[in-house]
C-alpha cells in the first residue's frame, strides 16, 4: 500500500488487488477537489480501478525507463512498478509524491552543487555517484540515463531568482554509449526551439559536454511544484503506448484540457512544436514528450508545457521516422500535409499556419549557424555535428514554401 500525497498532501491510497491483477485508487473521505491526482481522475468516493496489471496512467507517467529502472531494478528486492514507484516516491516530476507508511515524514534529499556537474573534467565516475545518491529519488520517465538532483542553494541557472524548494531542482542527462553527443544534440535542437520562437526551459551544458542540465519547469513563483501531465495520461493511456496514435489525438488532447481561454494560443504552439520536430528530424516527439502544467486540478485545465527533450533522432538512426502518424502515416509530412492539419485539427487559418512554418525555418536556419561552429570547435562532435545539419538541411527542404504556401504568405501580406 502507497500513500500519495497531492501538493504535500495526503490525498488517497494506492494498493494492489491481491485477488486480482489491478490497482486500486481511493481518495481519503472528505479530500477535497484542489487535491485530485490527475485531471483524469478528480475526487470521488468511488474507488479507481486500474486496467489488468497496469498502474493508472497518472501513477505510471513518471515510472523509471531504460537506464534507470534497469539500475534500480537490480537495487530493489522482487521489484515491480508497485516497488519502483514507492522507492522513487519522494521526488516526482509534478505535484504528487508516494509514501510507504514508514516514509510519511518529509524525506531527506541529498545536495550536490549544479555548477560542480557544469564544471567536472571526468564523467562516468560523476555519473554512478549521481546515481548512488539520487536514483531512488528520480521520478522520472525515459529511456537515457537521467537523474533528478537537487542543487544546494537551490540556485537556478536563470538569473532571474532562488528557489527554496523542498525535492530536487534540476534533471541531469547523460547518454547511451550508442548515441554520443545526445547533450549537445539536445542543445542545438532546444536552440532552433528557442529561436522558433516556443518556450523552453533553461538549461545548459557540462564544460566536458557529457551532461546536460535542466532546470525543473514544473514549479511556480510561490516554489510549488506544478500539476504536470503528459499526453500518455490525459488520453488514458500507459507509457508503453506512448508511440501508439497520432497527431490528430494530440490535437484532440489539446482541446479538450486546455483552458478555453488559452486554447487557440496552446493549439498554435502544439503545431509549431510538431513542425519543429519534422524540420528537425525528431523521430521521438511520442505522447509524453507532450505535456500540461497546472496549478490547481479544480477546473480540470492546464496550458502545454515547455517544449523539452527534443533531439535530432536521424543522426543516429538514419531511417527513422515521425513517432506518431498524420493523416495515417508516419512519413515526414510536406508543407501541404501540415497546412491541411494545421486547418482541419488545430483551427488554424492558412496564412497563421504558413507564417508557424516559415517561423521555425527561419529559427532552425539561425541555430543552424551556432551547430555548424560546434561541429568546428567542439571536441569529437564533428561527426554528429554534421550528421545534424545533413538532417537538418533535408528537414528545411521538405518544409520549404512551395507555391501554395507561397502564396498564403503572399495574400497575407497583401
Known amino acids: 500500500m502507497i500513500h500519495v500525497l497531492s501538493d504535500g498532501v495526503q490525498a488517497g491510497v494506492l494498493e494492489k488487488d491481491s485477488d486480482r491483477p489491478e490497482y486500486i485508487f481511493n481518495y481519503y473521505p472528505g479530500t477535497e477537489q484542489e487535491r485530485a491526482v490527475s485531471l483524469t481522475m478528480p475526487v470521488r468516493l468511488k474507488s479507481y480501478v486500474s486496467p489488468a496489471g497496469s498502474l493508472h496512467p497518472i501513477f505510471d507517467m513518471n515510472l523509471p525507463e531504460g537506464f534507470l529502472r534497469d539500475w534500480l531494478s537490480k537495487a530493489i528486492v522482487d521489484c515491480d512498478d508497485l516497488k519502483l514507484l514507492e522507492a522513487t516516491g519522494p521526488s516526482q516530476v509534478g505535484r504528487l509524491e508516494y509514501r510507504s507508511k514508514s516514509q510519511l515524514q518529509q524525506a531527506s534529499i541529498p545536495e550536490y552543487s549544479v555548477r560542480e556537474i557544469l564544471a567536472f573534467d571526468g564523467a562516468e565516475d560523476l555519473f554512478q555517484d549521481l546515481l548512488q545518491m539520487y536514483a531512488a529519488a528520480s521520478g522520472i520517465s525515459g529511456v537515457q540515463p537521467k537523474v533528478l538532483v ?200 492558412q496564412k497563421h499556419a504558413a507564417r508557424i512554418i516559415e517561423e521555425v525555418r527561419q529559427g532552425v536556419r539561425t541555430a543552424q549557424i551556432r551547430l555548424e561552429h560546434g561541429a568546428r570547435e567542439l571536441k569529437d562532435f564533428s561527426t554528429v555535428g554534421n550528421k545534424m545539419k545533413r538532417e537538418w538541411d533535408q528537414g528545411l527542404m521538405s518544409v520549404a514554401s512551395t507555391k501554395q504556401v507561397n502564396s498564403v504568405l503572399r495574400s497575407a501580406v497583401l
Not at 230 to 252: I, N
Not at 313 to 333: E, F, N, V
Open 150 to 349: 537537487r542543487d544546494p542553494g537551490n540556485t537556478k541557472i536563470s538569473p532571474d531568482h532562488k528557489l527554496a524548494v523542498q525535492s530536487t531542482t534540476h534533471i541531469v542527462k547523460t547518454w547511451d554509449p550508442k548515441y554520443p553527443h545526445l547533450a549537445y544534440n539536445e542543445h542545438f535542437c532546444l536552440l532552433a526551439a528557442q529561436h522558433a520562437g516556443l518556450a523552453t526551459p533553461y538549461w545548459e551544458v557540462s564544460e566536458n559536454g557529457k551532461f546536460l542540465v535542466v532546470e525543473r519547469f514544473d514549479l511556480t513563483k510561490e516554489k510549488r511544484y506544478l500539476g504536470f501531465e503528459d499526453f500518455c495520461v490525459l488520453a488514458g493511456l500507459p507509457s508503453r503506448k506512448k508511440y501508439h496514435g497520432s497527431y490528430e489525438q494530440l490535437a484532440k488532447v489539446t482541446r479538450t484540457f486546455c483552458y478555453r481561454e488559452n486554447l487557440a494560443e496552446n493549439l498554435a504552439e502544439l503545431f509549431k512544436m510538431i513542425v519543429l520536430s519534422i524540420v528537425l528530424r525528431n523521430g521521438d516527439a511520442h505522447r509524453k514528450n507532450f505535456c500540461l502544467l497546472y496549478e490547481s486540478p479544480v477546473h480540470r485545465r492546464g496550458v502545454l508545457a515547455p517544449t523539452f527533450d527534443v533531439v535530432t533522432t536521424t543522426a543516429y538512426l538514419p531511417r527513422d521516422s515521425m513517432a506518431l502518424t498524420m493523416d495515417g502515416s508516419k512519413k515526414w509530412p510536406g508543407p501541404g500535409s501540415l497546412l491541411q492539419f494545421a486547418s482541419d485539427h488545430c483551427g488554424l487559418q
